[in-house]
């Protein structure tokens, strides 16, 4: 079955500083990988994706993230957040050899932008 | 209007009694998914449909049952329910077929607290 680690429960970082969310998945076949943000009081959003090729991704609110598959790492950068970035941010995936697009997600991590 | 909706937002309940939770979409998805989030787990899949005739347990699935009553609806229900189902639930969905297509839509999600 997938795993997936993300091992900073939170992350406090001043604003304009940059910020590396870090994601591990457990898998030795292609997966699809997905970040979601979820902010106070609502659902989750698509923040990007990484289905095939470029291993850069680039999101929204310039969030981009790199897919490494010998280190079966998809790590989610912005190199200067906003406060408005406060929120928990989710990283999963999908194994599609498993018959379906059921997605594993991580623990999520808090990322807390300060003054 | 938001193409997923959850219907109640919040609701309080006592151990022991019947509770629904109605999810409906309007992006036309063949897909859909209600997911639980606990503090610190991250979200589990509960029940998923592919279709209208089709119906499949997630990894947490006792204690819950699901319907889905048309392509745009998807019902989670707690026969009875109990305290450690206080949790955040959320209805999600997704387009079938390429992979360009298989990130999933998530609702606002339902508070649920089981006294």
């Known amino acids: 079955a997938q795993s997936v680690t993300q091992l900073d429960s939170q992350v406090p970082v001043f604003e304009e500083a940059p910020v590396e969310l870090r994601c591990n998945y457990s898998s030795s076949v292609s997966v699809y990988l997905f970040w979601y943000v979820q902010y106070p009081n609502q659902g989750l959003q698509l923040l990007l994706k990484y289905l095939s090729g470029s291993t850069l991704v680039k999101g929204i609110n310039g969030f981009e993230a790199e897919f490494n598959k010998s280190q079966t790492s998809f790590h989610l950068r912005k190199p200067s957040v906003h406060i408005s970035d406060t929120a928990e941010y989710f990283c999963?995936?999908?194994?599609?050899?498993?018959?379906?697009?059921?997605?594993?997600f991580g623990t999520g991590t808090q990322l807390k932008v300060e003054l | 209007d938001a193409d997923v909706t959850q219907t109640p937002r919040n609701r309080i309940t006592k151990t022991g009694k019947r509770i629904m939770l109605e999810c409906s979409q309007t992006?036309?998805?063949?897909?859909m998914y209600w997911y639980r989030q606990d503090p610190g787990l991250g979200l589990r899949l509960i029940y998923y449909s592919f279709d209208v005739k089709d119906i499949n347990k997630g990894e947490i699935s006792d204690g819950y049952s699901v319907s889905r009553q048309a392509q745009a609806k998807f019902s989670l229900s707690l026969e009875s329910a109990i305290p450690n189902q206080t949790a955040l639930y959320f209805c999600?969905?997704?387009?079938?077929?390429?992979?360009?297509?298989?990130?999933?839509?998530f609702g606002p999600g339902t508070r649920l607290t089981v006294l």
């Open positions: 999600a969905t997704s387009e079938t077929g390429t992979r360009a297509h298989i990130a999933q839509y």
């Open positions: 999963a995936v999908i194994d599609p050899t498993g018959g379906g697009n059921k997605l594993t």
């Open positions: 992006k036309g998805h063949d897909r």
